[in-house]
């Protein structure tokens, strides 16, 4: 059995939640645990699950959030099924956040630059999940910037958080990046009232983190284990 776990993403200075991202887990003997290898996560299983918490939702949320790889991201059927669903679900927005996931081999930017385009012209919007990380570095996102609407840095990416002097500055960039391309910047991994005091003398808006709230399991059915 596979399920999303839903986390809110925040408005900070309206006081709204104004969206989900989904997390995949599937019900193992151990409890919900990740996909060990989300790339072989059959593609009916995403479309049909996002589909469910999708109409569960759409009266409630402006948007939900669902992960994919690049390897994910670059499959003919994924982009298809995911466009399926948020011609499905209108006035809900589907974003696809694109994780820092590296794969082997490297996906050519090329082949993220096409699937990219098909989204944005189907009205999907897009986020760039964890840069600084992984595959989402400076050099492979700033060439992408045209086909996203939101960048997503995470401070539990670094050690000490904002304690780490790197982490400050690479905010500041960020959000500068945001600003000048007309994005959403959101800052994840706020644990507590320290990091979200922090935020706001930073002028952050859009927040994501445990402090707001840990991802939970947006139960479907009362058989679902929880």
Known sequence: ????????????????????????????????????????????????????????????????????????LVKPEVTAAVIAVQNRVRPLRIVVEITEDRSDPVVPMGAVRAAFQQLYARGIEISLDDVDCGENTEVTSVPLLPFVDEIKFAIQNFDQGFANPIVPRRISFWTSVAHQN?????????????????????????????????????????????
Do not use: C
Request: avoid cysteine; charge should be positive.
């Open 1 to 72: 059995m596979y399920r999303y776990f839903v986390q809110p993403q925040i408005d900070k200075f309206n006081a709204a939640v104004t969206g989900y991202e989904l997390f995949m887990k599937q019900y193992t003997e151990n409890g919900w645990r990740p996909p060990a290898d989300f790339t072989k996560l059959p593609t009916a299983i995403i479309a049909d699950e996002l589909l469910k918490v999708a109409d569960r939702l759409s009266l409630k949320m402006k948007y939900v959030a669902v992960n994919l790889n690049r390897v994910q």
């Open 182 to 226: 007309h994005l959403r910047f959101v800052l994840e991994g706020i644990e507590d009232r320290h990091d979200d005091q922090v935020a706001d003398r930073m002028g952050i808006e859009y927040r994501q983190g445990y402090y707001y709230g840990r991802p939970h399991l947006l139960r479907l059915a009362a058989s679902d284990p929880r």
